[in-house]
């Protein structure tokens, strides 16, 4: 019987180097430019509306690849809202331009696992909002690839985004404690969900099992 299986493919380093066509014909969700290395993606999902200027170079093989492409607008942040059906960043007045995406997903949560999308919780993190994707689609066998949560120098696996090793290692400890917290409520809910890490120095491990990807395929 076919394992109800998926690979979350995130940026952490862990992935240098890594084979990403051993995941061709895997169902798979890619989070940010892991879009570009994942053979035949099945969801892609950001929370980073910056992300489309950040691969400007690359945006026609962007467009070029056609999985369901989710974007999450975060609410919870006090400077986005919702006027006249369009997203609006009121500290400048920019209107996101989302007709890139398929789906838009309006979440107003941060902290925990929600099972609806009306309670769709996203870390603040586009690697934990594919994890709350996963659950949400049914998948009982979450694989996390990338999902390092380290403070190293090298940040990313592809090279990152432009932003200071110093910057984004700062923000490591809050996006470890949040994927810790909802890991911890998907194994107090007893929801039939396993998590594990495919990461060797993933900070994760101390609370999920970890597993060598080359053990799984």
Known sequence: MKRNEVFIVAGGPSLIGFDFTCLRNKDTIVVNKSIFDVPTPDYFITVDYTFLRKIRSKKAVFDSITPTKIFVADFHCKYLREKKGRIVDIRTNLVYELHDFDVIIKAKQIAGIGYTYNDFRTGTNS???ALQLAVL??????????VDLTQ?????????????PSSFNAKIPLYANRFKTGLVQIKQDNAGIEVISCSSISVLNKVIPYQDIKEIL
Request: glycine fraction near 24%; proline fraction near 0%; charged fraction near 15%.
């Open 152 to 164: 190293t120098e090298t940040t990313h696996y592809h090279g990152g985004y432009g932003e200071r």
């Open 127 to 129: 690697g934990y909002c």
């Open 137 to 146: 689609l049914g998948y009982t066998e979450i694989y996390l690839l990338g």
